[in-house]
């Protein structure tokens, strides 16, 4: 039987061992959780979410909700388990994420092609390999992927979304609506402001503290 490797047990190192192992190919999934985490991973569950809980749109008059529409007709593992997680989100694909989370890492043991070995990959071993070790990879494999590529081509970009505290929103001013009319009426929390008010709140944002960057955030 065919063998192969893969590096990294995010959303697309699950996939990948996911789509291997329909194929009839065993996989050993590496993981390096929980002996090691990333600054922004907390969880030992693998395809932890860390930065939203949205994946974009659903529907099927865009190229990211129609590539969501092919992976589920591929037998996409991880579309499988957004959908059986989803929050509302109107048109868009949400999901509970611990929930989301712990599904696919169930799947996955479940699934006895796959071998999920939790240690840390430190070069890149011989055979098929797949390396998916996402924008946070730890030093060595990084190093090692640097080794294939060169280092220049090597760099991730990433942003965060603001958080706000429900307890902060005026419920006499703020109400719960749809976006574009999609959903079930309570997706999104909808703040209204006139131009005054909008103008002062873009001033707000543009002259508030900002967040201090870990070190892995910084460029180089």
């Not at 799947?107 to 890149?124: A, D, H, M, S, T």
């Amino acid at each position: 039987m065919m063998r192969a490797s893969v590096i990294g047990a995010g959303l697309a190192g699950c996939e990948a061992a996911w789509q291997l192992s329909r194929q009839g190919i065993e996989v050993d999934l590496y993981e390096m959780k929980p002996h090691r985490f990333s600054p922004a991973h907390r969880e030992n569950t693998l395809a932890e979410l860390v930065c939203s809980n949205s994946l974009r749109s659903n529907q099927l008059t865009n190229a990211v909700g129609l590539l969501k529409e092919e992976m589920r007709r591929f037998g996409s593992l991880i579309l499988s388990c957004a959908d059986e997680t989803s929050v509302d989100a109107g048109g868009a694909l949400a999901v509970d994420r611990k929930g989301f989370s712990e599904l696919v890492t169930k799947r996955i043991e479940e699934n006895k092609l796959i071998n999920l070995i939790r240690q840390e990959v430190k070069e890149i071993p011989e055979g098929d390999v797949i390396i998916a070790t996402g924008p946070l990879s730890s030093e060595a494999i990084s190093g090692e992927i640097s080794k294939l590529i060169g280092r220049e081509y090597l760099s991730f970009f990433d942003a965060s979304a603001p958080i706000v505290t429900l307890e902060s929103v005026d419920m006499g001013k703020a109400f719960y609506a749809s976006r574009y009319g999609k959903g079930s009426g309570t997706d999104y929390l909808n703040c209204p402001m006139n131009k005054e008010e909008y103008d002062a709140f873009v001033e707000a944002l543009l002259s508030a503290e900002t967040v201090q960057l870990h070190e892995f955030e910084r460029g180089n």
